[in-house]
C-alpha cells in the first residue's frame, strides 16, 4: 500500500494535482490512470460547463451571481479544476455552491480543499453527510481504514425533491440512493441563445463488488433502496444526460478536444436506457431477492 500510494502521489503531481505540503495523510484506494488525466474544460450547453477530468466528471454551472460546482474528483484535483475553470473566462473564486453526485473519494476528494479556497457552501443529500465529516471513513464499503479525503463540514443537508438555486438557475435534487446512502441525481434546465435543454446529471446505480445484496451489517436496506433507484431512472425525462464517470455516457466519442459547441452531441435516451438496463439485470444476479420486490416509498 505504501508503494501504490507513492506512486499515486507522483502520478498526481505529474498531472498537476499536488496534494501540498500541509495535506493529511490518506488512505489511498486502487484507481485507474484516466481518473487523473487532463481533459480539455468546454461548454455542453448553455451556461453548463464541463471542467473535470478524462473520466471523472465536474460540472460548472455560471450564473451571475456566482457558480455552481458539482464534483471534485479526487483529492489534490483543485489546482486542475482551478485551471479549468479560468481557461474557460470564469473567475475561481465566484464558486458559491459545492454539490456532490455521492461521498466517494473520487467525487468528493477536493471538496474540502475548494471550499477553503472559495469560501463556498457545501450541500449534500443528510444521509452521506456524515461520510463527509470523516473523509469516508464510515462508508460502508470501502470504510474503516481512515480518511480517504479531507474531512468536510456541511453547510446544508439536502433530501430529495430539494431545490438548490442561485442566480436564476434552479437545480433539483433527485435521492437515488444504493451506490452510497446519499447519492443524487441533478435536474437543471440551461438556456443558450437559441433553446432551452433539460438537463440531467445522473448518479448511475453501479454496484462495488463489496456491496452485499439484498442487505449488509453497515447498510441493511442498501437492497430496497437500489430497487427503488432502478425503478425511478427509467422515468426520468431529459433532453441531455451525463454522470459521474465520462466512461458511462462516452464522453470521449461525443466530444473530442477542439470540438465546437454542440449540445445534441450529449441527445442519446438510447444509451441512457441501455446502461440503467444493465444495471438492472447486474441487480437482479446479485440479489437474493426477487427484483420486483416493492420499492420503498419516499
Not at 104 to 133: N, Q, R, S, W, Y
Request: with cysteine; net charge neutral; aromatic share 10%.
Amino acid at each position: 500500500m505504501q508503494q501504490l500510494q507513492r506512486s499515486i502521489a507522483i502520478l498526481l503531481v505529474f498531472m498537476g494535482l499536488g496534494l501540498g505540503s500541509g495535506a493529511q495523510k490518506l488512505y489511498v484506494p486502487n484507481f485507474d490512470s484516466a481518473w487523473v488525466r487532463d481533459q480539455e474544460p468546454f461548454r455542453i450547453a448553455g451556461n453548463l460547463y464541463y471542467v473535470g477530468t478524462y473520466d471523472l466528471c465536474s460540472y460548472l454551472l455560471t450564473t451571475a451571481k456566482g457558480h455552481i460546482l458539482i464534483n471534485t474528483g479526487l483529492p489534490g484535483s483543485d489546482t486542475m479544476i482551478r485551471r479549468h475553470v479560468e481557461a474557460l473566462g470564469f473567475k475561481f473564486s465566484d464558486i458559491k455552491i459545492l454539490l456532490a453526485t455521492h461521498a466517494h473519494f473520487d467525487h468528493v476528494g477536493a471538496i474540502a480543499a475548494i471550499k477553503k479556497e472559495t469560501g463556498a457552501k457545501l450541500m449534500i443529500e443528510e444521509k452521506d453527510a456524515p461520510v463527509m465529516a470523516d473523509g469516508g471513513n464510515s462508508d460502508f464499503d470501502m470504510g474503516g481504514h481512515g480518511p480517504m479525503f479531507e474531512p468536510v463540514k456541511v453547510d446544508r443537508l439536502l433530501h430529495d425533491k430539494d431545490i438548490v438555486s442561485l442566480g436564476g438557475t434552479s437545480v433539483l435534487v433527485l435521492h437515488h440512493p444504493g451506490h452510497t446512502k446519499g447519492a443524487c441525481s441533478f435536474a437543471v434546465t440551461v438556456k443558450d441563445e437559441t433553446r432551452s435543454y433539460r438537463v440531467l446529471i445522473v448518479n448511475m446505480p453501479s454496484i462495488l463488488s463489496e456491496t452485499k445484496l439484498p442487505s449488509m451489517p453497515s447498510y441493511p436496506e442498501v437492497g430496497r433502496d437500489y430497487a427503488y433507484t432502478l425503478s425511478e431512472m427509467p422515468k426520468m425525462q431529459f433532453d441531455i444526460w451525463l454522470s459521474s464517470h465520462a466512461s458511462q455516457f462516452d464522453l470521449q466519442k461525443k466530444h473530442k478536444p477542439g470540438d465546437g459547441y454542440h449540445p445534441e452531441a450529449f441527445f442519446d435516451r438510447p444509451a441512457y436506457d441501455a446502461e440503467i438496463k444493465t444495471l438492472q439485470e447486474t441487480y437482479r444476479r446479485r440479489n437474493a431477492s426477487n427484483f420486483n420486490e416493492p420499492a420503498r416509498v419516499k
